[in-house]
């Protein structure tokens, strides 16, 4: 258990820091109360764990070895991916994203007519949990639970996703500035090759 909830704590929150979702809950903490905004987005990323856990519950019917395989070549793709799109990053958050975080805000808040606690909560999760639907990081938390405790990858991902919602809601845009989006992508890919290193002796039996 304990390795499923410390695989699924760094993954989360090293992959989380600057995306989409994290730009979202950033962006939304700067228009409305942070203690609403922190809810919905917390709410939507546990919801999407969970859903993911399961769905890796249900991988982990097939047999024992093509689930390992699968896990290890996954990770190996995407970190290998992320490695090479950072040499091409730029320093800072990407202002595409940011911008097309800023737009979905601004096309639900548009039909947004009373701003009250349940509709910011409402409109929050929504936009995040459209935002995170197929996520690298929701086909790893997939991969992770076919192949480690579910509850201890859920438990760790949902506190990572926490930890970076909290960190979006209560300084996200100084966050924002400061961040590395190349060193970030960078990390990840290193941290999501070492998960399929480590898959490998784990098939090795060491």
Known sequence: MLA????????ISISELGDKTFLIAA?????????????????????????SVMMGQVAGLLPEMSVRWAE???FLGFGLK?????????????????CEAIEAVEKVEARLRRPDGLAIVTQTFGLTFVAEWGDRTQFATIALAAANNPY???VGAILGHAVCAMIAVVCG??????LSE??????????????AALGVLRMMGL
């Open 4 to 11: 499923g909830f410390t695989a699924g704590l760094l993954l």
């Open 27 to 51: 962006i939304m903490a700067m228009r409305h109360p942070r203690r609403w905004v922190f809810t919905g987005a917390l709410m939507a990323l546990a919801a999407m764990t969970v859903l």
């Open 72 to 74: 290890i070549l996954l």
């Open 82 to 98: 992320l490695l090479y799109d950072s040499r091409s990053m730029p320093d800072k958050i990407s202002q595409e994203e940011e």
């Open 152 to 154: 201890g990858v859920a």
């Open 173 to 178: 845009r100084l966050v924002c500035g400061r």
């Open 182 to 195: 190349r060193k970030i992508t960078a990390i990840g890919g290193g941290l999501f090759l070492l998960f």
